[in-house]
C-alpha cells in the first residue's frame, strides 16, 4: 500500500467541526476562527534523516528545508505564515552543535518570511533525527486557492523550472509566497498546489480534485538545467523531460486560469517577476486522467512522482 | 547535554511577530490572531515506538495517547481544542490495519473532545513509527492560566493521584480539559501546568517560570494505587512517594492560587467533581528550589522528573 491509498483510507471520516473550511486534501487545512477579513491555514510536514536530507547535508540547510516545505504550502494557497512549531527527534547521542546549526537555518528562513518560532517539543529517536513543523498561516478571506477549482479550458501555469532538485535545490529552494499572493491578488486563479512530489503526480492531484483532466504540450515543459545535466550522464539516468515531470521536490508553484486570462497574466508576471520563468504547460480538459503531446501525437502519460512506501 | 539544556540553548533568540504573546516556554504558545474575545493556544508534540509506546500496545491507545498527550497541554492553559494534524511516520512495512487503528484511537478522543482532525502528512520513518500532533486551541482572553504567575504564599494543588502510571494510565488518561476550565472560570488561578515529566520536575518548571520556590508536604502528595504497588514488589522498585514525585506521564493538573482562595477552591471543587481528588500539597515560598517537608523536617528535593537524552 502507497502513501496514498493509506491517506484515502485513513482520511475518509475524519472528526469535523465548525471551524473547519477545507480538512485534509488540500496544501494546508483551512480554518475559520472567526476573523472578518481572513481565513487560516494549517499544515505539518516531517523531513527524516537520510530520507530528505543525509548524515551530509549542512546542518543549517535541513533546518532551512523543513520550514521552507511547509512555507511552500502556505504559497500554495496564496497565503501568509505567521507562526511555526518545531519537533526535533534525536537519537541519544546527538551533537548539540549540529542542532543548534539545525535551528540557526531554521531561524535564518522563518526572519526571511516573518514567521515567528513559537516552541516546540524534543524527543528520543534512537536512528535517526527527525523535524516535524506545525505552520499557522492566514489568506485574505476570498483570496485562498485551493486545488479544486479548475475547470475545462483554463490555461495551466508552472513558475521555474523542473526537475533534478536533488542535486542540490530541494536545500535552496524559495518558497513562492511573494509570488503566490501577487497572483491571487491581481487575477482570479480557478485552482494551485506546490509541486513537492512532481509535476505529473501534483498536477494529478489537482485534477482529481478538480474532477477535470489535462492535456500537456512537452515543448512547454520548462527543464532545469540540473536534469538537463542528469540527462546526459548515462544510460540508467532519466531522460530530462521524464526528469521534469516526475522528480520530486521542485516546490514551484502550478496554477490554473481561464485561457482568457492567460496572456496578460504572462504579461504582467515578466514585468512583475523577470527574473522567474513563468510557462503555460498545456490546458485542463474535460473527463480525467493526463495526457502530454509532442511531437509523435498524444499519448496517456501514467507515471507518477515520489510516493512514500511504493514498491522500488 | 539533557533535553532542557538543549532548548535553553536553542530558545534564547527564536524569530518573532506581533502575533505572539508568549513563545517557546509554557504549556503551548499563545497567539493573537485579531479575535477580540480569544487568544489562540498552539502546540505541538510527537511520540515514538520504543519510547512512549511499545510494538505490544493497542494501537487504537497509541492513536489516543499521542492526541491526549496535547489535549493535555491546552488544559495546562485553560483552553478549549480546536483542530488538530496528524503526522506519521511509518516504516516501509507497515500494517495498513495496525495504522487504520491508531486513526481510530486518535479519532475517538478527538470526538470526545470536540476537535477536528483536518489533514497532516505521512513518511517514511525506516526503524519505528512516529506519530507527530499539531493542534490549535483557544483560550478566553484573560483566562488562559501561564506557568510564570505563581506567588509566593500560594496554595499548591494537584489533581488525581500520581505515580506509576506506565503501569497502564499513560495510555488512558483523561485530559483535563473540563475541569481547568471550571477552574479558571471560577478561581484566580495564578500559574498551572500539566505534569508530564512528573510531579517535581514539572513543578520546578512552574517555581522556575515564575521566580519563586516551593515547600511540599510529603504526607499530602496523592499516591496512586499503582505507585503504592509497585513499590511493595522489591528492592529495585522505587517508593511510593519518590514515585508519586518523579515518575513522568501523570497529566494531571498542577496549579497554584492566592491561599485566601483555598478552602473555598476545594469545597467547590469537591461539589462539581466528586469523582477526582483535588490535593492542597504545598505552598510557593520565596528564594528558588523545592523542598519536601516530612516527619523527619524539611530537606531540598533535588531528584527530577522523566528528562530525554538524560545520562542513564
Redesign the interface.
Known amino acids: ?1 502507497n ?1 496514498f491509498e ?2 484515502a ?3 475518509h ?5 465548525q ?2 473550511v ?5 496544501d ?2 483551512v ?1 475559520d ?3 472578518a477579513e ?1 481565513l ?1 491555514l ?7 534523516e ?3 536530507f543525509t548524515t551530509t547535508t549542512q546542518p543549517e540547510k535541513i533546518g532551512r528545508k523543513a520550514l521552507a516545505r511547509c512555507l511552500s504550502d502556505i504559497a500554495a494557497m496564496a497565503g501568509t505564515p ?2 511555526a ?3 526535533l ?2 537519537p ?1 547521542d ?1 551533537d ?1 552543535v549540529f ?2 546549526r539545525i ?1 540557526a537555518g531554521l ?1 535564518e528562513i ?2 526571511q518570511f ?15 533525527i ?1 523535524i ?1 513543523i ?1 505552520l ?1 498561516g ?1 489568506a485574505a478571506r476570498g483570496k485562498c486557492v485551493l486545488r479544486s477549482g479548475a475547470e475545462s479550458g483554463d490555461a495551466i501555469f508552472v513558475t521555474g523550472e523542473l526537475g533534478g532538485s536533488l542535486a542540490g535545490r530541494h536545500l535552496e529552494f524559495a518558497p513562492r509566497l511573494t509570488e503566490a499572493r501577487w497572483l491571487a491578488e491581481h487575477f482570479s486563479l480557478h485552482a494551485m498546489i506546490d509541486l513537492s512530489d512532481g509535476l505529473a503526480g501534483d498536477l494529478k492531484h489537482l485534477l482529481d480534485a478538480s474532477s477535470v483532466g489535462a492535456e500537456l504540450l512537452a515543448a512547454a515543459i520548462p527543464i532545469s538545467r540540473a536534469a538537463k545535466l542528469a540527462g546526459k550522464t548515462g544510460d540508467a539516468a532519466k531522460p530530462a523531460l521524464l526528469a521534469a515531470l516526475t522528480d520530486g521536490e521542485d516546490f514551484e508553484l502550478l496554477f490554473t486560469v481561464a485561457s482568457k486570462d492567460a496572456v496578460a497574466l504572462l504579461d504582467a508576471w515578466k514585468e512583475r517577476f523577470p527574473d522567474l520563468p513563468l510557462s503555460c504547460i498545456g490546458k485542463v480538459t474535460t473527463g480525467s486522467g493526463l495526457t502530454l503531446r509532442d511531437k509523435h501525437g498524444i499519448r496517456p502519460f501514467t507515471e507518477r512522482g515520489y510516493v ?2 511504493a514498491a522500488a
Open positions: 500500500m502513501e493509506l491517506i483510507r485513513l482520511t471520516s475524519l472528526p469535523t467541526n471551524s473547519v477545507v480538512g485534509a486534501g488540500d494546508c487545512a480554518l476562527l472567526g476573523v481572513k487560516f494549517f499544515k505539518t510536514d516531517a523531513v527524516v537520510e530520507i530528505h505567521e507562526a512549531l518545531v519537533t527527534g534525536l541519544r546527538f548539540p542542532v543548534e535551528y531561524g522563518a526572519r516573518g514567521v515567528a518560532i513559537v516552541g516546540g517539543e524534543t524527543t528520543t529517536s534512537p536512528e535517526r527527525f516535524n506545525a499557522l492566514f512514500h512506501f
